[in-house]
């Protein structure tokens, strides 16, 4: 049962991305917290945080990004299965993996170059590597300390399938984080075997928008939930009391008026540290996308504020600071031609929606795009279709367009695309019937920067009353960043430990305890059959 002040007490939740959705549910299903009692503080103008989703087929649909999911998310379908879908027909996790057996990612071309796909590509790596990579599974995270990836293998590593793969289905660099690589390797040990072919891997009916975050919007807003947009917390006031902090107002600032909510001693924050696609820009088919940074972005100005003087609150700087290292560039195309979802189809081998990521492993921007399933937004016509895709190198030339991705325009990187498909006779065509827009994100990958210990505080920071942060930026021992699954488990943890509820989250599934995934991972790594 919830603390005896639930019912009279509110709780703040600052951001309206995934985790403060999350946690809003969660008080309110396994809290008892009445939905008017919850207010959701959000600086944009919707709610989704990253998991956004938006445009219209004249002016282009726009997907920052998406994140993949996977049968072990156990924290994510909990949740799910109890917000029913847009049409009410089912729960969203029912939705999900009726999908995901209707519709299994089987990928017939991983890689794609020289105008071939590569079916089922071997991993490549040598006996050293292999060796370096079962080290580096079992080696403790303290002794890895803010080392990177490329301080644990060599050069050849790096020129490996196994890495092509790996860094672009996760969004890898080699200077990121070891202990978050070593993370990924114990997490996904299950997925290894059959890797090769994005086996395992699920998605979404339609984008994550309107697949996750409408369906819990509307479940909230049915339930009373306070939502307030546009408006920011700038800063979070505290008092001392009974040897512990506790938060006493919040600063927001709307329509150019700043104002102060205050905070009763059983009230509580819930607060989304940091964002991955803060200061994102958008370009447009003839304007490459702007290149902003922390001045022109929110999230981090309000951790940053919170942190100082505040070792339990962890270190901003450490993710914030290093934009050349988090930096990459996404791109949305809209077709109005069903030309290159055709060719794209006989090129690979794949329906939409069947073969997830194909990437372009000679390409000067290490290029990589997703065919969805189409339609992949609500109310999208049937006769257009929808392409996402990204580079991880962005200050390199590409190779038919001889410019830095990150200052490409959209037509541009069609261009490039085109080419690396091999597509010549039909470019023209496709080139003026689509829309391609380019986004830059300065901090996509800035939760994979190297870090230490308390870097990233805990979900109920030590010595803190009614504080709890939540997202990609607090920590969670053994489960890994980038994930929707973080996101909600942080939400979870936060919820129950406020309320003082005597319940926990399911366990991070840990399949290296498990001698038959082991089995099949170490075949797989030496491109033996299991």
């Not at 921007?365 to 257009?384: A, K, N, R, T």
């Amino acid at each position: 049962m919830p603390d005896s002040q639930t019912a009279t007490s509110r709780s703040y939740l600052v951001g309206g991305g995934v985790a403060s959705l999350a946690a809003a549910a969660f008080l309110i299903r396994d809290g008892d917290v009445r939905g008017q009692d919850i207010t959701i503080i959000e600086a944009g103008d919707m709610l989704g945080g990253s998991l956004d989703g938006a445009g219209t087929p004249e002016a282009g649909y726009v997907l920052r990004g998406g994140r993949m999911l996977e049968s072990k998310y156990l924290c994510t379908y909990g949740l799910f299965a109890s917000i029913p879908t847009l049409d009410g027909g089912q729960s969203v996790t029912q939705e999900i993996l009726g999908w995901n057996e209707t519709l299994q990612t089987s990928s017939k071309s991983r890689l794609f170059a020289d105008g071939q796909r590569q079916l089922a590509p071997e991993f490549g790596l040598s006996e050293r590597h292999i060796l370096a990579i079962e080290r580096l599974a079992i080696e403790p995270e303290a002794m890895l300390g803010r080392t990177s990836i490329e301080d644990q293998f060599d050069a050849a590593f790096f020129r490996t399938n196994f890495w092509l793969m790996w860094c672009t289905t996760f969004a890898f660099q080699p200077w990121h984080s070891a202990v978050e690589f070593k993370r990924y390797l114990v997490r996904f040990s299950h997925m290894v075997g059959g890797f090769n072919r994005l086996e395992g891997i699920m998605r979404t009916r339609l984008n994550q928008y309107d697949s996750l975050v409408r369906p819990l919007q509307k479940w909230l807003e049915e339930r009373g939930v306070e939502f307030r947009l546009n408006t920011r917390v700038t800063d979070l006031a505290s008092g001392f009391h009974a040897s512990r902090h506790h938060v006493t107002s919040i600063e927001v600032e709307s329509g150019g008026k700043v104002e102060q909510i205050p905070l009763a001693a059983a009230d509580r924050a819930i607060v989304t540290l940091g964002s991955m696609t803060d200061a994102a820009s958008l370009g447009t088919m003839d304007a490459a996308p702007a290149m902003l940074g922390k001045p022109q972005g929110q999230a981090w100005r309000l951790w940053e504020r919170l942190a100082e003087g505040r070792p339990e609150l962890g270190d901003p700087a450490v993710f914030d600071s290093h934009v050349e290292q988090s930096k990459w560039v996404s791109f949305t195309i809209t077709l109005h031609d069903p030309a290159l979802l055709r060719l794209v189809r006989e090129a690979t081998g794949n329906i939409p929606g069947e073969g997830g990521l194909v990437t372009f492993p000679k390409s000067g921007w290490l290029c990589s795009i997703v065919i969805p399933h189409q339609p992949h937004f609500i109310g999208q016509p049937e006769d257009v279709g929808v392409v996402w895709g990204y580079g991880l190198r962005v200050d390199a030339p590409g190779d038919f367009v001889t410019k830095p991705m990150s200052v490409c325009t959209g037509r541009e990187i069609l261009k490039e695309v085109l080419g690396q498909l091999g597509i010549t006779t039909e470019a023209e065509t496709i080139l003026k019937s689509s829309i391609c827009v380019p986004c830059m994100m300065p901090f996509i990958t800035s939760q994979f920067l190297c870090r230490g210990a308390g870097d990233r505080p805990a979900v109920l920071p030590a010595g803190w009353a009614n504080l709890a942060l939540i997202g990609q930026f607090c920590e969670l021992p053994e489960d890994v960043v980038f994930t929707v699954e973080y996101s909600i488990r942080s939400a979870q943890i936060a919820v129950y430990g406020l309320l003082g509820l005597k319940r926990s989250p399911p366990d991070v599934y840990r399949g290296v305890f498990d001698p038959r995934v082991l089995y099949r991972a170490l075949m797989a790594l030496h491109d033996l059959p299991a």
